[in-house]
């Protein structure tokens, strides 16, 4: 087996730096008593300026006037730790958060699909850095040996051959064994972990207990500890606080693009798509009036999607039509309804330009700009009146057709037809076919009987134009060929 470990070193402040317009502004996390605050964690930009974690508040506040701050949230680094387990679960069905500040996989399953080591490594970490989130990365064949090779470089790998004398030469403060117990072997003068690996093992197991040895066991493969496994929620539910009222949509598209972000790396861990997902826009509660409840949008697709693009896309053309009835403070998207996900077909040799949009993608982009209503599919309907032959199907037109199918052989019928008949007011140079009768309808009290012809106007253009039937009178316009 092998196993790869993605240490996030700075998750906490990472979870703050990606809800960010500029996350290169100097801030830092806060914690502690309101008496005694102090820095959890500082941005780059802050260290720059001299800032520390550890330091208070207002030795900060005096190093660098006008920082900006922001509360340390543990819950919601848990949340983007397990956002990521969904994300990791894609390459493997073993994913593993039982490692603080970490994630665990095994990836020896995921040879032949994402390429050796080195590929897979390449493709980890572009997608880490699209999301936000800085780590280290290592590889060995046992997930406890990967954990402790996080905490000295990036991108190592051993196999088993090479992994003991790799692990010989590291520190001790770098095994991940626990504070105690490390400074105790320093005081015995042990600084490399090959040296504890050469001491007796039963004056080691009096002297620090059973579980220092099941450690180092772990860490060479000798020992297997069990690790619980991630499984993947059946729904997605993530909110951003703006930290700020937002009076217009366009305030509202950085944390949307996050938001639809996650929703996609959620998607492609489970190996599935989004039918349907609400937008909930929380808005701020005022003491000297009514508060407001969360403004619902519904964002529903024809057919299951997981591009990230795509789906911000779709969200953003329902949000700009949203009337937003008080400032909103946070954003929170709902997604439960998660069906499979069947990639659309393509040829291989793709005959349309390179920036073209594929179908499915440019028809939810028309619903989410012009409604739902407005964009919709044609079928054909069992009616020889040209009015009534045809219906609009508001689902995906090809799978939601009339039970009717059209004639095998149809006779000539354009393609603009017109929603109200009206009088051919052009000359007629020529009829090219001609008359066909439609009568019909007689059982409804909307009979038709008329006469079709195609005529071409003296000015070139091909018309559907009709009169009653068996008469010479003008001519009415019904329709228009290309």
């Known amino acids: ?23 290169d502004r100097p801030l830092v996390l806060v914690e502690g008593p309101h008496a005694r605050r102090r820095l959890h964690s500082v941005n780059a930009a802050a260290r720059a300026l001299g800032l520390r974690p550890g330091l208070s508040l207002v030795a900060a506040q005096a190093i660098a006037d006008g920082v900006q701050t922001a509360e340390f949230d543990p819950q919601a680094a848990e949340r983007a730790r397990q956002l990521l387990a969904a994300w990791a679960y894609r390459y ?27 590929q897979l490594r390449q493709r980890l970490n572009a997608e880490l850095a699209e999301l936000g989130f800085r780590h280290r990365m290592a590889a060995a064949p046992n997930p406890f040996a990967a954990r402790a090779l996080t905490n000295v470089g990036d991108g ?24 105690a117990t490390v400074q105790a072997l320093q005081r015995m003068g042990l600084r490399k ?63 949307l693009r996050r938001l639809t972000a996650d929703l996609a790396a959620y998607l492609s ?16 509660r005022h003491s000297h009036r009514e508060q407001h409840p969360p403004s619902e949008i519904a964002v529903g697709l024809l057919a299951p999607e997981r591009e990230a693009a795509m789906l911000f896309e779709l969200a953003r053309g329902r949000l700009q039509h949203a009337q937003l009835p008080a400032p909103v403070v946070a954003l929170r998207l709902l997604a439960e309804e998660l069906p499979p996900f069947v990639p659309a077909a393509r040829d291989l040799f793709d005959p349309r330009p390179q920036q073209a949009l594929p179908w499915a993608q440019l028809r939810e ?30 689902g995906d037109a090809p799978a939601a057709r009339g039970k009717a199918p059209p004639p095998a052989q149809p006779p000539p019928r354009p393609g603009w037809l017109l929603a109200e008949p009206e009088p051919l007011r052009d ?13 019909s309808g007689w059982w409804d009290q909307d009979e038709v009987r008329r006469d079709y012809y195609l005529v071409e106007t003296a000015r070139g253009q091909r018309a559907w134009a009709y009169r009653d039937a068996g008469g010479d009178g003008a001519l009415t316009v019904h329709g228009w060929f290309a």
């Open 92 to 118: 493997s069905s073993q994913v593993s958060a039982d490692f603080a500040h970490a994630l665990v996989l095994e990836i020896a399953g995921s040879r032949r699909l994402f390429g050796a080591w080195p």
């Open 427 to 439: 000359a007629v140079a020529r009829i090219l076919a001609g008359p066909e009768r439609i009568e």
């Open 269 to 284: 861990g489970r190996d599935g798509g989004v039918a349907r997902f609400k937008l909930l826009l929380e808005h701020e």
């Open 193 to 255: 972990l090959g040296a504890v690996f050469s001491l007796p093992r039963a004056p080691l197991a009096r002297r620090f207990g059973p579980d220092l040895l099941l450690r180092l066991d772990a860490l060479r493969g000798a020992a297997e500890p069990p690790l619980s496994f991630y499984q993947p929620p059946d729904a997605f539910d993530a909110r951003i606080e703006l930290g700020h009222e937002a009076e217009s949509s366009q305030a509202l598209l950085f944390p």
């Open 365 to 394: 982009r028309l619903r989410a700009r012009l409604g739902d209503e407005r964009v919709h599919g044609l079928a054909a309907h069992a009616d020889h009146r040209p009015e009534r032959a045809w219906q609009a199907v508001l």
């Open 1 to 23: 087996m092998r196993w790869a470990c993605l240490l996030l070193p700075q998750l906490a402040m990472d979870v703050v730096l990606r809800q960010h317009p500029d996350p």
């Open 156 to 179: 190592l790998f051993f196999d088993d051959d090479l992994l003991l004398p790799a692990l010989a030469k590291l520190p001790i403060e770098r095994s991940g064994l626990d504070p």
